[in-house]
DNA sequence: TAGATTGTTAATCGATTAACAATC
DNA sequence: TAGATTGTTAATCGATTAACAATC
């Protein structure tokens, strides 16, 4: 009955993994051992069995995984049939980019809203979804059961948003704003810092060009 | 003269002691103690000593640190005093988005060129930067000194482009496309993958209700 | 000087890899 | 059955935290 918790690390692998197993699928592979899989991944098959591990035997002696009943339950386990209702705060390129993002169908977010300041969109549609102004906001999140907020809005406002946000009974927050949210515990928050991000490709192009100096 | 290589889990963590900084500086905060960067953070003092002293003590005992100077130095490390030319491979929603990020050129990047297959994009510009078509791609490459591209287009297209425009002389990734691409190892690759983050976030929200349904 | 806080070593913790018995 | 490959335990490796002497 007691669940040991499952580490981040493996989490974060998880979806990876089902990347390659849907890949896999495409492509009419039926079954695959973990060194196979490992040679594809660039893991160790010995961390795909251990990942795997956490959730279940899913494989078989001899045999290795049937592809689509692991992609099938690794599926499950991400939460991927379940389904949730999602909002856009923030109209711009990048959510309008969310907001066309075939994605959110095929893994369960069903596009209820999107909101922004700015007038001029008011009468702009993305994928049949109109764009609101943010003064119906609250009363939009009570009465549409809305479980997910995505945050594409600047960082000086995106604090205040989500503080509202769970309040009138979000859940969970995938936040592309260029701060930390510091929302109660219980509050999922996915964050995607692109400028972090960017800030790892400019060290790792330095460092490059560092161990690379004396050999010029 | 041999340099001790520094772990991927530091390196991820620099960019928010960055930020972090980067926000004290704005506040006017002139020095910081790792125990009270560790409550902002949320992270342990011994942490942030450690990571910092990878790269050199940058404190003073007895006072802490001078925010500006650790700021600055940071960048440093970061490489965010360094200029490089990026070009972004794919005009759409994403594309645009990033195009239009200010950060780009804080950061040290800029922006040449866009690139795309739709003809109706070959007179938009962005930010002054005209959208070219696909045809123009491996000279421009070659004539402009381009050093980064980044991957805004379906991972169908992703691996075919990226390879050319490594053999092009691009030098690094920002890759956005849902794919790993198998690069030379001399080739560096950041990768977002936008997806595997909303499975992350689906996890936790499934994971989340799995533990309290009991308590329902 | 006394107090504060770093830089750094040592201890702990957790994650990865290796190995192999179980078993298909 | 023999060969293959898992599930899992044990060994190793690396990262985090604790502790404290050095020193501002």
Redesign the pocket.
């Known amino acids: 009955m007691e669940e040991r918790e499952i ?4 989490i974060r692998r998880l979806p990876r993994y089902y990347r390659y197993l849907g890949e896999l699928l495409e492509n009419g592979v039926e079954r695959i ?3 196979d899989l490992s040679k594809r991944m660039k ?5 795909i ?2 990942d ?2 956490n959730f279940g ?9 049937n592809v689509k009943y692991l992609y099938t339950e690794i599926g499950k386990i991400l939460g991927l049939e379940q389904h949730h209702n999602i909002i856009i705060i923030g109209a711009g390129n990048l959510g309008q980019a969310l907001a066309n993002y075939a994605d959110f169908e095929k893994r369960g977010f069903i596009l209820k809203g999107i909101f922004d300041v700015n007038p001029t969109l008011a009468d702009v549609s993305i994928r049949g979804v109109p764009v609101r102004m943010m003064d119906e906001l609250e009363q939009f999140v009570r009465e549409n059961d809305i479980e997910i907020g995505v945050l594409t809005i600047p960082k000086t406002k995106a604090v205040e948003v989500a503080n509202n946000l769970v309040n009138n009974g979000v859940r969970a927050i995938w936040n592309f704003a260029h701060i930390d949210l510091n929302l109660p515990e219980n509050v999922i928050v996915e964050n995607v810092h692109l400028s972090e991000s960017l800030m790892r490709l400019s060290y790792n192009i330095s460092r490059y060009h560092e161990e690379h100096k004396e050999s010029k």
């Open positions: 580490s981040q690390a493996v051992s973990s060194n893991v160790t098959a010995s961390q069995r251990q795997l591990n035997g899913f494989g078989q002696q001899g045999y290795g995984y």
